[in-house]
């Protein structure tokens, strides 16, 4: 096992980063905010610290002493720290409510097990106290998936995995690693890198995920197009639940009976907590070579993405913008190609070690399909800012904007449909409340029958923005379900998107996830109210 | 949707293939036998039709009239020719015990629904009656995964889905094709082929075998390296069970919790029986590129399939035999490239459609890794006898052989030592019994972080030919699992690898499959003793 000299820091409690990676909005947005969207120009900071209401821990003694003597006292916290900063997630209205000075949702207490073995000792003993549990690796959920609900019980304990933090083993002939769950993705990819490797994950939430968190929530990085999405990598995973442990997984390929790791990738912490992961990885890519190119409209952009998905001969990263998000982009950065996208939409792709073979036919294959290369700039220009995104909402949220995010998962058939849908409805919402916005999307995971949806919604803050934003969210949810599309390509289900997943996977669907939970998780400790209806 | 005017006409009840399919073996394959393996020169022919025993069928009444009611009494058969059909399978236990006149175990009655709501209404009628459903596709199972056992039930039907045998909708943009579930792989094909498009998916058991059957089983065809297995495939699946219908999968990837399909695919008709399945679909390659290589040995040439799956250049077929299934293919067929591989390893190879595109690097790394191209000729002669082993089979059976195959896969790094493993207890055993094999090898499935093995045996038959092999089986069964690798890569568990499963799956992965087919099959009529130990 090989473990870390240091750690990733922990982001603060009412933002989606670190203190050093925050940095206020320009005048200039802001005068884009004023004139584009209407947005009145008010500052809308958080409360700070000591405004935040959090309630007492309601952890019993008879529990901490059971907690304290599996996992060692100074693994069990019950101070005011520990607690707001496992509160929740970061969805915006996360982190609207906490920047509000709302924490009373924490958790009774932050226990941190330092084996595979404690996870499992932790919850055959939380099970029989009826103590819930809700498992915690980087917190960067947006669809409540870290919620601290109680479920019915008494108490509630963050199960924090951050000492599931080695290098279990490499075997460099098969091509896989075997890592902790508690692993930020930073780590993981240090540790690996000492030996040449990497996992080739790279979400927006690269900087504090974890690698229990990618696994439990099937996430996909933005480099899905050439290493995959996260659930594709796995090999073996290993999860503790109440009733034991299961270790799943020994083979490439296997015909012996259904997949159960597909039971457990996406299980969001409701039926187990996943303390190991088998992955494959690749060699640290030798060659990059990055290009930007522009497509005269977004059905244009897509249709070629298509092409390269069916004919085998997509980049290692492919991220196609509308037309809305490439004008955003250019305002934001006039540096990025300038004219030569006005009015169309920009492609961004990647190709790195074995795709790097496939460029010249990627690259015949776009120019077929109507792409005009903009050279090497704009795609280095993402690549600088490809984890901006949420610690720019931080600043937009200062400044009385409302800024979110959802996705979705489509046919190729159904794709632009969908994506009018969602735009539509996104829009309406928002309007009809006063507050006009301005919906961008983009296609960043392309596969032979489909592609993926990214809708980025900005507008002014209403006076309840909380309710706000679901009502917006709502009808989102209803376009999505309408158009036969997936309630989550990569954010997952977690509380925000639970009524949908009936619609998803039928009545008996939802029946065959209670039993599996009843299976493992017969008192229902397991992340309460979490992914099923 | 889309029918077929013709049908692909049934093996008969005794062998693997049709009486036109049927070839006895040369003179010189006798004399192999009786030379090189001790096999006493004698004819071990099958019984005729009339000898054999057919129990009566135990259907009554009530439960005729029902299922007359539900899918019309000329498709309820209870005639000894369509119970004897659906007797069993295909493997050589399956086929010695036919031969030998016991057909005992045949169904009560041969029900053929003719739409997925049908099937439907049959399980839900059949668990208020109590009587066990064993669904039937192409009934090629060689894992006794169409034996008709009552469980504990009164009747036992065999459900043949040969009725559900339409092209539904074919998705052109989206590359996607649904087809039901009863169609065998040449009609689908043959659909397919109408639009230009091709599922890519030969397993051995293509002439004979049903989509439906490749789900529930997750088949893997020759061709695996390019088109992916059958489950990879999978986009959407329709699945019926006594409680209802589930319709699972709405993008090509989802982040919407567990992959319920996942539980389906690979259920072996022990959790629902599949309806209809939207697959991925290709269009049918302009260019085909075949190629043979000899390699020293079977470690350097799976060293080098290695390289190809790790550095994405696999062509559509890669096909390593080890050196005696090199040494025996060549006796067969002498025009095969010759002295060339003598004493080494045949590797197959065929590029079609995008793999074109890596053909020169796939040349240079099979060279590189110590390959020569031994040109197209012995490529070509492969497909022409890529689905005859099993024929080869059953005219071996006249002779006095027994001839049986199994497969697994594993992780690179353990590859060598689960080949010799396996080859060592499969020779023993045999040996013990004093029928010393012959024990053929190929890896014929290549993943970025291991492969498949496929074992061939050959040897004289003994007394008692099916406990002889029984006892081969489990020494074989016993070395997968000491070696870390699974039961089965692409035959499925069934009922002859029941015994393994809890070792693989671990007793709470057990309890889930349990768990989940409560859920859906509480009364447990759905292929009774298959899957679930």
Known sequence: ???????????????????????????????????????????????????????????????RAELNRIVGAEHVRTDAESRLLHAGGKSTPDLLRRRAGDARAAPDAVVLPGSPEQVSAVLA????????????????????????????????LAVDLRRLAALVELDAESGTA?????????????LLAAHGCTLGHFPQSF???????????????QASA??????????????????????LGRAPASAAGPDLRQLFLGSEGALGIITEVTLRVRPVPEEVVPEAWAFPDFAGGSAALRELAQAEALPTVARLSDEAETAVNLAAAHDVGGGQVAGGCLLITRCEGPRIAVRERMRALL?????????????????????????????????????????????WSRLQETRDAVTAALTEALREQGTPPLVL????????????????????????????????????????????????????????????LTEEIGELGVEVLRAVKSAVDPVGILNPGKLIP
């Open 226 to 247: 050439g290493y995959g999405r996260f659930d594709a990598m796995v090999v073996r995973v290993r999860v503790a639940t109440p009733r034991g442990e299961l270790d």
């Open 441 to 500: 999307c983009h296609l960043s995971h392309a596969y032979p029958t489909g592609a993926s949806l990214y809708f980025t919604v900005v507008c002014g803050r209403g006076e309840e923005p909380v309710e706000q934003w679901w009502r917006a969210k709502r009808a989102a949810g209803a376009a999505i379900t309408r158009c036969g599309a997936t309630i989550s390509h990569h954010h997952a289900v977690g509380l925000d998107h639970r009524e949908w």
């Open 1 to 63: 096992m090989t473990e870390l000299e240091h750690r990733t820091p922990d982001p603060v409690w009412n933002a989606w980063g670190t203190a050093e990676a925050a940095s206020p909005v320009s005048g200039q947005v802001r005068d884009l905010l004023e004139q584009g969207l209407g947005v009145p120009r008010r500052d809308t900071p958080s409360v700070p610290r000591s405004a935040v209401r959090l309630g007492e821990s309601r952890l019993s003694e008879p529990v």
């Open 178 to 190: 075997t890592l902790q769950a508690g692993l930020r993705a930073p780590e993981a990819e240090e």
């Open 367 to 411: 120019e077929e399909a109507g792409g005009s290369s903009l050279g090497a700039g704009p795609a280095q220009d993402w690549e600088r800012g490809r984890y901006r995104g949420p610690h720019l909402r931080d600043a937009l949220l200062d400044v009385n904007a409302l800024v979110e995010t959802l996705e979705t998962a489509t046919s």
């Open 125 to 156: 003993r939380c099970a029989e106290l009826r103590v819930a549990v809700v498992p915690f690796g980087g917190g960067t959920s947006v669809v409540g998936g870290v919620e601290p609900e109680r479920g019915g019980f008494d108490a509630v």
């Open 207 to 221: 900087e504090h995920a974890s690698i229990g968190g990618f696994a439990a929530t099937r996430s996909s990085g």
